[in-house]
């Protein structure tokens, strides 16, 4: 290694290359796909969105978040802490701080702006979907170096990082995407995005400049002492009555309050955009359903924290010694966390319905939302109304609560080729339902085909889930980690559960369409029962390895 | 090679214990039986097998052949039943550096139906520890002695301390070798103690098991090491040196 530049990126391609790697051959099939295979049809188009282009979108989003994180030291680092995460591993070899910026923020931009320029100029050739050549990928490497800048200021409050830094990217998103909007040309969009990327530099610079030296702000004193005049002042706190409260106060203060603070980051966004709509009820409704699936939306995407099993030390699969060594079994841990979910999810969705209900009023378009229930009233009467609200309301809840706890047999598990076959079988599916979902749309045949076969593919689909859950209690079983006893009124509060979800779903559906028998299978698909029951198996063997 | 100490009901019952990881043997057919009531010396060169022996007798690593018991219990089969009567401290030490110290207290006491609050308040205040204080804002000393606090303030039965005193210094080993002092006090608990700082361990064992390339070198009462070696660190040399290190652990 002759250089430091080199040095530095030689860790960058020694741990990260892959990605860059399978997305580049990715595109490249795709390319020859388009050339040899594929037969001309209907254009493809992105606006409106054309499921086709998620063969595209889906690999290219993920990649781009994954080296946002890489390029920003972000899944070595503690996010919420007031500290730098720039490495301080970094800051005592003998290097120029500018140096230290520059080469992963160089390496960073071209990649990211490679990987985007890429990807348009396929879209443009041999695709030949209409889309700018330049400005997205310098976009995609501004947004990149904004990153770097704000993930490595030092700040003076713990949890400041996040905040600003979302805060940040979230105008600068939203100038870009106002530009895009009213097609501003593209020499403009080059003069808008083309400065920041110095600038971002020059506040990166200063943020490592001041990490290096020990230069960290505190301003928690000044919020203690403010604290203290109101007399909300830490107060005495009393024993936790009980192993159990005491890891889920531990579960709690780790990633409970992780989904209600990252929703009232996001939602005061979305509900200024009511302020928008109050001529148009379209927009309000299409308004209320992004709110209103914020919730799972976010959840699914902090579920990975969740499921972490060592939250002390990012890097590790294994499980934390720490909480190894509690002295509660497998299954009460994973109790604990299912709980904080729970916990979370119910905060979440208080801060979710009180949020809009006020919002509603004083943004005028409450009137618009009474006008739709009566209509609603009017075609299906009140008490069904009401159920089909709380229905809605409750899918929505358990929704958030099942994508915080699904993932937990993964990530707990401690194996990593188990996590990174989820994520390529999850991107394959995702890349492949694009097109097939679009496939559908386009054709009436395929559609009448699918609703003939439904009854069958839910039938698959709970024989598939059905196995999957008898594997993993025989598992629990022979391991010992659920005694008889657990299994059985687990198993009984299942089968109560479909019962009850099918007793609503009888009374609320009703007609010649729907069999009762695809009622009873929606009902066994909706209750979680396989994913959430190989939680502590997966634990278990992390912690027993 | 095995070593043991005869005793009808002993704490830690460890026979032919072996463990891979991928090609290398880090443990190979281990045996030990630690009788209750003594301090117990853990002694190998860095990588010998010694965190890899104690992780199994924590029930962290499941044992591939052979069998672990802990007063009589399979740590993996029943981790309340063990884990409620050891105390642990590492060198690892990885503490939550999010709870304050106060918290941690707090935390901890709830899982040990023997936690002494007076014996807590009483090792916080002589280890000079701030209440309010975050853990990850506690200097190396510091943290090492917040380690041995909730290690020791359930009074626990067996303690277990992997390498407790690497790195720090002789203010915080003098602690760490008092602690262990006060625990031996405390009539029929048992403390096994892995180093690889032969004096320490001279200091306080009773017995010593000298480890290397994963198999037991030697083992016996520190008073007949001395007799037919004359100190430690000859014995270490005739029995662990000579060794060709096999493996290291995770």
């Known amino acids: 290694m002759q250089s430091h530049a080199l040095a530095i990126g030689w860790e960058f391609r020694k741990r990260h290359a892959w990605p860059l790697i399978a997305m580049g051959v990715y595109l490249l099939g795709l390319a020859v796909f388009r050339l040899v295979f594929y037969v001309p049809g209907e254009p493809i188009t992105v606006v409106p969105p054309d499921g086709r282009a998620a063969t595209v979108i889906a690999p290219l989003s993920w990649a781009f978040f994954y080296y946002l994180a890489v390029f920003s030291f972000g899944l070595s680092g503690d996010l919420g802490a007031r500290q730098s995460i720039f490495p301080a591993r970094m800051f005592s070899l003998p290097v120029r701080t500018a140096a230290l910026v520059g080469w992963p923020m160089l390496y960073g931009t071209l990649t990211v702006g490679t990987l985007v320029l890429a990807t348009t100029a396929l879209a443009r050739w041999p695709w030949g979907i209409e889309a700018p050549l330049f400005w997205p990928a310098l976009f995609a490497a501004t947004f990149l170096a904004w990153t770097q800048a704000l993930m490595w200021m030092p700040y003076g409050l713990p949890v400041a990082r996040p905040i600003v830094t979302v805060l940040w990217l979230a105008v600068l998103d939203a100038v870009v995407l106002l530009a895009a909007h009213f097609k501003v040309s593209e020499p403009v969009m080059l003069a808008i995005l083309a400065p920041q990327i110095p600038i971002a530099y020059l506040v990166a610079l200063y943020a490592v400049a001041r990490a290096r030296r020990g230069d960290v702000l505190d301003w928690r004193p000044r919020f203690m002492r403010a604290a203290a005049v109101v007399g909300t002042a830490p107060l005495r706190r009393v024993a936790f009555a009980s192993p159990a409260r005491a890891q889920f106060w531990f579960e709690w203060r780790r990633h409970g309050r992780t989904l209600p603070a990252l929703v009232v980051m996001v939602l005061p966004f979305e509900l200024a955009l009511f302020w928008l709509a109050r001529d148009a009820p379209a927009l309000l409704l299409e308004l209320l359903i992004l709110v209103l699936l914020t919730p799972p939306l976010l959840a699914s995407v902090i579920a990975a924290t969740v499921s972490r099993a060592n939250p002390m030390a990012p890097d590790s699969h294994a499980m934390s010694p720490f909480v190894a060594m509690r002295p509660l079994s497998s299954a009460d841990l994973i109790a604990a966390k299912l709980r904080m979910a729970l916990w979370s999810t119910v905060a979440t969705w208080l801060v979710v319905l009180i949020a809009v209900t006020l919002v509603l009023q004083w943004s005028g378009t409450w009137p618009m939302v009474q006008q739709r229930v009566s209509r609603l009233v009017e075609i299906v009467e009140m008490p069904r109304t009401i159920v089909f609200t709380l229905l ?60 003939n076969s439904l009854p069958l593919i839910l039938a698959v689909l709970v024989a598939l889930k059905m196995l999957a859950a008898a594997w993993v209690a025989a598992r629990l079983t022979r391991s010992g980690v659920l005694s008889d006893g657990a299994l059985v009124s687990g198993a009984a509060t299942w089968v109560a559960g479909v019962f009850a979800l099918y007793g609503v779903l009888a009374w609320l559906v009703w007609g010649p369409l729907i069999p009762q028998y695809v009622l009873v299978l929606l009902a066994i698909l909706g209750m979680p029962l396989a994913r959430v029951a190989a939680a502590p198996l997966a634990l278990s063997l992390n912690r027993h390895r | ?216 070198a030697l083992s016996a009462p520190l008073a007949a090491i001395k007799e037919s070696h004359g100190t430690l660190a000859k014995a270490f040399v005739a029995h662990v040196r000579s060794a060709a290190p096999l493996s290291t652990g995770p």
């Not at chain 2, 443990?27 to 003594?38: E, F, H, M, Q, T």
């Not at chain 2, 262990?180 to 029929?188: F, K, L, N």
Request: charged share 20%; with cysteine; proline share 3%.
């Open chain 2, 1 to 216: 090679m095995s070593a043991s100490v005869s005793v009808s009901d002993p704490v830690i019952s460890v026979i032919g214990l072996s463990r891979r990881f991928d090609a290398k043997t880090a443990l190979d057919s281990v045996s030990l039986v630690l009788a209750p009531g003594a301090v117990y010396g853990l002694v190998g060169a860095n990588g010998a097998g010694k965190t890899t022996l104690i992780k199994h007798i924590l029930g962290l690593l499941r044992a591939e052949s052979g069998s672990v018991r802990v007063f009589g219990l399979d740590p993996v089969a029943d981790p309340v039943g063990v884990l409620s009567r050891i105390g642990y401290f590492s060198e690892e030490n990885d503490l939550p550096g999010w709870m304050r110290v106060d918290e941690l207290i707090r935390y901890q006491r709830a899982f040990y139906a023997t936690w002494d609050d007076v014996y807590a308040e009483e090792l916080r205040r002589s280890f000079a520890l701030d209440a309010r204080a975050r853990v990850k804002t506690l200097s190396k000393g510091q943290k090492a002695r917040m380690g041995l606090l909730v290690a020791l303030a359930h009074r626990p039965e067996l303690l277990l301390l992997d390498e407790p005193s690497s790195g720090l210094d002789p203010i915080v080993r003098r602690d760490i070798l008092g602690a262990v002092i006060r625990t031996i006090a405390d009539e029929g608990r048992t403390v096994l103690f892995s180093s690889h700082l032969l004096d320490e361990v001279e200091e306080v064992a009773d017995h010593v098991t000298m480890i290397s390339a994963g198999r037991i």
């Open chain 1, 392 to 451: 809605v309301l409750a899918a929505l809840v358990a929704a958030t609560w099942k994508q915080l706890v699904q993932s937990l047999c993964i990530g707990l598990s401690g194996r990593d080729w188990i996590a990174r076959s989820v994520l390529v079988a999850v991107l394959v599916i995702i890349i492949f339902s694009g097109p097939v979902v679009q496939w559908i749309v386009d054709h009436d045949s395929a559609r009448a085909m699918l609703w």
